[in-house]
């Protein structure tokens, strides 16, 4: 075999492992730089989640949870409307179960409970491939039933991925490289607080050197580095805790990117778009991996080649290669968002907690969750995902500042005999109380539309066409609401925008339709933005 073919091989190999290591090559290709954390019980963050920018976010049903049922309840209902949302295409949503290791109904419902919807799973604690094995069977029986995208409320049409924590117990770190090889897996990263607990160790750093982690923790961040390049998936880096240290923050992750890392878990939105600045190559890294592949390329796999006075060979070749794989296509060409290797110098200006507060707020520049012209298609159907339950005080409140002094919606001597003949059942139930006012179950039902269809995206609301109350609401019931467009069409005079028909329903906590209105607005088109 000549030198060059043996040369162009062995380029092959390293540029492109054997399918029997990457497990899930499809699902390699997605960038991780970050990898997000939510508390799954949480609606507000879980409202913002696919805002944030990050690669990856982790609904979280471990550590972050304490009531497991309500945060699996929340998770389905996010998980059910979240394919709407704007940002679902470009964010992978995975889903933290509880250990194997725990109680089987425990793992086994989050597991239920994040299938519809998400890409993969988090699994904690993993401390051997066989736990991966089973969750692998359980997950491709689920696959067969649902028949693999199936369904249509955006759950993934490839198989779902796993993400091991893998040094969370000692068996996990000795058994590492196994773990890295198992079924599924995408990616791995690495923990040490739990770790810390099972060695019964006092700290994970050392006070007295810049707060660098002990050896055998440092061991573990090496350790998962090796599996999974080993193993042919990719390495995430540990989290950083102390969210109001950006310098300390930064500096990891400088040092996470030049060792090899592909990404690092965050806890705070703010740790995003720094983390992405990082693992962005800088002007100087494109430019040398570019005259590096080039003049490889050009000497047609030729042994040794000059370069700036440094002698290149294959290692080189590969590795500038795998610089370029890291830059994003959509910013390649936009100078203004070339990533830097963060300066590792205290800088007064830059690394303050009051910076934080900055960067954070930049992490939502008047983010608009609504949907275009293009996208609101004849037929489609939004469920929407807040819910209110109304209040007597809601509706005093409402009906003295309209200045309504109706006594249906006042008085309850009035309203004692007005119920029955209303509901249509003769049920009693709601004895004594008031009506809702009917006003303001419009305004709600419009209220709840606007996050999934028209936040930031109206131009003006041009009126109703169509307003029913089917049946009344009550102090106490709990409504939920959907739009669906029944049509569209281009403005005549205004050609950046368009007007759209939606009509909007909402539904009480017993599934009677008690508002429908059918209304017009005149939207932006993406063109415009």
């Given at each position: 075999m000549s030198t060059t073919l043996f040369l162009k091989q062995a380029t092959k190999r390293l540029l492109h492992p054997p399918l029997s290591c990457r497990h899930l090559s499809s699902s390699n290709v997605r960038r991780r730089r970050s990898v997000h954390f939510i508390p799954a019980d949480n609606d507000k963050f879980l409202s913002k989640s696919l805002t944030l920018g990050a690669d990856t976010i982790v609904l979280d049903l471990e550590d972050s949870v304490k009531n497991k049922q309500l945060g699996r309840e929340r998770l389905r209902a996010f998980l059910d409307m979240a394919h709407s949302l704007p940002g679902r295409n470009n964010t992978e949503v995975l889903v933290r179960i509880n250990p194997l290791s725990s109680s089987v109904e425990d793992w086994r419902e989050d597991v239920v409970a994040g299938f519809d919807g998400s890409d993969g799973f988090v699994v904690p604690k993993v401390e051997t491939q066989d736990e991966l094995k089973l969750l692998d069977e359980i997950l491709s029986d689920m696959e067969h039933c649902n028949n693999l995208g199936s369904n249509n409320n955006g759950s993934s049409h490839h198989p779902k991925v796993l993400l091991p924590i893998a040094t969370e117990t000692p068996l996990a770190v000795l058994?590492?490289?196994?773990?890295?090889?198992?079924?599924?897996?995408?990616?791995?990263?690495?923990?040490?607080?739990?770790?810390?607990?099972?060695?019964?160790?006092?700290?994970?750093?050392?006070?007295?050197?810049?707060?660098?982690?002990?050896?055998?923790?440092?061991?573990?961040?090496?350790?998962?580095?090796?599996?999974?390049?080993?193993?042919?998936?990719?390495?995430?880096?540990?989290?950083?805790?102390?969210?109001?240290?950006?310098?300390?923050?930064?500096?990891?992750?400088?040092?996470?990117?030049?060792?090899?890392?592909?990404?690092?878990?965050?806890?705070?939105?703010?740790?995003?778009?720094?983390?992405?600045?990082?693992?962005?190559?800088?002007?100087?890294?494109?430019?040398?991996?570019?005259?590096?592949?080039?003049?490889?390329?050009?000497?047609?796999?030729?042994?040794?080649i000059e370069f700036d006075g440094k002698m290149i060979d294959l290692p080189h070749y590969v590795r500038a290669k795998?610089?370029?794989?890291?830059?994003?296509?959509?910013?390649?060409?936009?100078?203004?968002?070339?990533?830097?290797?963060?300066?590792?110098?205290?800088?007064?200006?830059?690394?303050?907690?009051?910076?934080?507060?900055?960067?954070?707020?930049?992490?939502?520049?008047?983010?608009?969750?609504?949907?275009?012209?293009?996208?609101?298609?004849?037929?489609?159907?939004?469920?929407?995902?807040?819910?209110?339950?109304?209040?007597?005080?809601?509706?005093?409140?409402?009906?003295?500042?309209?200045?309504?002094?109706?006594?249906?919606?006042?008085?309850?001597e009035m309203s004692k005999g007005n119920d029955s003949s209303l509901s249509g059942d003769g049920s009693s139930?709601?004895?004594?109380?008031?009506?809702?006012?009917?006003?303001?179950?419009?305004?709600?039902?419009?209220?709840?539309?606007?996050?999934?269809?028209?936040?930031?995206?109206t131009v003006a609301n041009l009126g109703f066409s169509e307003v029913l109350f089917p049946k009344p609401v009550y102090p106490g019931d709990t409504l939920r609401a959907e739009t669906i467009i029944l049509d569209r069409r281009e403005s005549k005079s205004r050609p950046t925008q368009g007007i759209v028909t939606l009509q909007h329903v909402a539904y009480n906590q017993r599934g009677d339709v008690v508002c429908k209105a059918t209304r017009t607005a005149l939207m932006k088109k993406k063109q415009a933005r």
């Open positions: 058994n590492i490289a196994s773990i890295a090889q198992g079924p599924r897996v995408c990616a791995i990263t690495w923990g040490c607080e739990d770790l810390s607990a099972a060695l019964g160790s006092y700290n994970t750093r050392d006070a007295n050197n810049s707060g660098s982690y002990l050896d055998v923790f440092r061991h573990c961040q090496t350790m998962c580095l090796l599996a999974a390049k080993a193993a042919g998936v990719q390495a995430i880096d540990g989290v950083y805790q102390n969210v109001r240290d950006m310098d300390g923050f930064q500096n990891e992750a400088n040092y996470a990117k030049c060792i090899g890392f592909d990404g690092k878990l965050t806890l705070h939105p703010g740790q995003i778009s720094a983390l992405h600045k990082v693992f962005e190559p800088t002007r100087e890294e494109r430019e040398e991996a570019t005259a590096i592949v080039t003049m490889w390329e050009q000497s047609d796999g030729k042994g040794v795998k610089v370029l794989a890291r830059v994003d296509a959509d910013d390649e060409d936009d100078s203004s968002k070339e990533g830097t290797i963060v300066s590792t110098e205290s800088d007064k200006d830059t690394n303050t907690s009051k910076d934080l507060e900055e960067e954070e707020e930049e992490v939502f520049p008047r983010v608009f969750m609504g949907k275009y012209f293009e996208d609101l298609e004849i037929g489609l159907k939004l469920r929407h995902f807040l819910t209110r339950t109304v209040t007597e005080a809601d509706n005093v409140f409402f009906t003295c500042l309209t200045l309504n002094p109706a006594p249906i919606h006042l008085d309850h139930s709601n004895s004594g109380k008031p009506l809702f006012n009917s006003m303001f179950t419009l305004a709600l039902l419009v209220g709840m539309s606007v996050p999934e269809a028209t936040h930031g995206t």
